[in-house]
């Protein structure tokens, strides 16, 4: 048990750092205009080595922003219960440690699937057709990698769990 609690600790603490990062840094998307290379974000936009603050509200970018800052504090919160986990307090008989840490990575991952789903449907379906010679750059890369680090956060904290019960349920009687 404490094994797979190590591993989703591990992919967690992980995960974590690479969503910040994502979030955080302005390397989602790279292009060329007017000659010149440029990169932007979600919070500014690049172009021959000056940074400007992404001022327009656009709907996807908050709603890609959002998603990402809500995945970072849910797998936040799960690596806290994650911790709490290794101790062996009472809790609920029903709602254990490693299931509500569990259940926080999977929200997690959700909040991160959506977040990377909405920026790629508009940048492939809008911005790639504006910029003809374009890629997706290496924080673009870190969120679908911060989406597989907090899934499998979530799969060995489940994990942990059903090993936990089979072990509560098998006990002397």
Known sequence: MYSFMGGGLFCAWVGNILLVVATATDHWMQYRLSGAFAHQGLWRYCLSNKCYLQTESIAYWNATRAFMILAALCCFVGIVIGILAFAQLPTFHRLTRPFSAGIMFFISTLFVLLAMAIYTGVTVSFLGRRFGDWRFSWSY???????????????????AYRMHECRRLSGPR
């Open 141 to 159: 890369i870190l969120g679908w990698v911060s989406l597989l680090m907090t899934f499998f956060a979530g799969i060995f904290y489940m994990c």
